[in-house]
């Protein structure tokens, strides 16, 4: 079964940092380009981050830039985000999704919560 | 950038059909393949509609997509609509860089 599994979230400060993860299973993590996507509570998607397959290309959203780092470890079929400097708007579930063969998010995991509150 | 604008909430009964739109504010429509999700609560997106008008394996014919150029908006529309269509429902196309764009969603209550 094709299957993303994040993990990491929890209540930080502001300025904080988390570091999350999502442990791919199910099909060859390597050959797939992944993104993290969030939803704020009672709101809608919004794309965050996106690595290539091979992790040499990445790409960031302007309210992340800077604070966030993506990054990969596809023997470990894992993809992880770096989140530093952490503010009250980054309250969030954190979904990591498979980019399909059709350039779009074909396979979601289940999210994980970020709270950033004192 | 662009953005995509849907309606915040429709509402219609079982059997029937709705429409949700989804409004591209700049550049057009079909410069890029749009993709509706359904989210229900509590769950992750699931994909109902790819490549403005394809379907996954699984999900049912009463599941369409159009674009329309001269409003430059895409549709989704759902028919016969059972109570379990009762869900969020977001588009999503790409920007420049290919990066995913996602409407506001659109909250259907089907009663």
């Known amino acids: 079964e094709v299957q993303l599994v994040e993990s990491g979230g929890g209540l930080v400060q502001p300025g904080g940092s988390l570091r999350l993860s999502c442990a791919a299973s199910g099909f060859t993590f390597s050959s797939y380009e992944m993104n993290w996507v969030r939803q704020a509570p009672g709101k809608g998607l919004e794309w965050v981050s996106y690595i290539s397959s091979s992790g040499s290309t990445i790409y960031y959203a302007d309210s992340v830039k800077g604070r966030f780092t993506i990054s990969r470890d596809n023997a470990k079929n894992s993809l992880y985000l770096q989140m530093n400097s952490l503010r009250a708007e980054d309250t969030a579930v954190y979904y990591c999704?498979?980019?399909?063969?059709?350039?779009?998010?074909?396979?979601w995991g289940q999210g994980t919560t970020v709270t950033v509150s004192s | 950038n662009f953005m995509l604008t849907q309606p915040h909430s429709v509402s219609e009964s079982p059997g029937k059909t709705v429409t949700i739109s989804c409004t591209r504010s700049s550049g057009s429509i079909a410069s890029n393949y749009v993709q509706w999700y359904q989210q229900r609560p509590g769950s992750s997106p699931t994909t109902v509609i790819y490549?403005?008008?394809?379907?996954p394996s699984g999900v049912p014919d009463r599941f369409s997509g159009s674009i329309d150029s001269s409003s430059n908006s895409a549709s989704l529309t759902i028919s016969g609509l059972k109570t379990e269509d009762e869900a969020d429902y977001y588009c999503?196309?790409?920007?420049?860089?290919?990066?995913?764009?996602f409407g506001g969603g659109t909250k259907l209550t089907v009663l």
């Open positions: 490549e403005d008008n394809q379907r």
């Open positions: 999503q196309s790409y920007d420049s860089s290919n990066h995913w764009v």
């Open positions: 999704a498979r980019e399909g063969v059709y350039a779009n998010p074909d396979v």
